[in-house]
């Protein structure tokens, strides 16, 4: 099981958020992000932020850093090492049987991630048997680009996804985003598309956009 830091906004939680980093990072990156977000008539949410592996990222010289998978290539159908995405997949899916276990369903359960994290929470809830609450990708793409239709469920497809992308991100291109986006409308997922003035990053307007999205999954709760 990866290492993680958890935050509960209340006791006994009835809902999971799993929030990846991007390369390089670790748990600690998005952390600090809870208390910007939560808004007060929000259920109970654990929040768990996993560290990713350490291991060689070839684009970077091959120097040892946490990633969720080696990045060979800049081309988005090369882009990213087949083997390290699946292997992070795995981990995600045993965090989630974990929530599961601790009385969280997938179904009240969302997978968010940070470029190399949201790549994998894309690849990831496109393939589970029992579909997430919904899946958010931030400055990222989709990788596996070519065996996705296959590969993916029919609650997979269901699941809602917010994706979020940075018009002037040099690390991530628009245009990588734009295609992944593409690509899931064409496989049927609920998608909510946002475009925001920035660079590799999140900004307050793509923060408060996601408490939007978000509190559409808690309606009800």
Known sequence: MLPTIEHETR?????????LHGLGADGNDFAPIVPELVRRDWPGIRFVFPHAPVRPVTINGGV???AW??????????????????????EIEALIARERDRGVPAARTILIGFSQGGAIALAAGLRREAGLAG??????YLPLLAQ????????????????????????VPLGLGE?????????GVPMAWHRYPMGHSVCAEEVRDL????????AGD
């Open 11 to 19: 006791a006994k939680p009835a809902w999971s958020i799993v929030w």
């Open 64 to 66: 040892p850093m946490r």
């Open 69 to 90: 998978y080696d990045i060979v290539s800049q081309s988005i159908d090369q882009r990213a090492d087949e083997t390290g995405v699946r292997e992070s997949i795995r």
């Open 135 to 140: 899946v958010v990708a931030l400055s990222t």
């Open 148 to 171: 996705t239709a296959s590969e993916s469920t029919v609650a997979g497809r269901a699941t809602p996804v917010f994706m979020g992308h940075g018009a002037q991100d040099p690390v």
């Open 179 to 187: 295609r992944s986006r593409d690509a899931l409308l064409a496989l």
């Open 211 to 218: 408490g939007d999205w978000l509190a559409l999954r808690f």
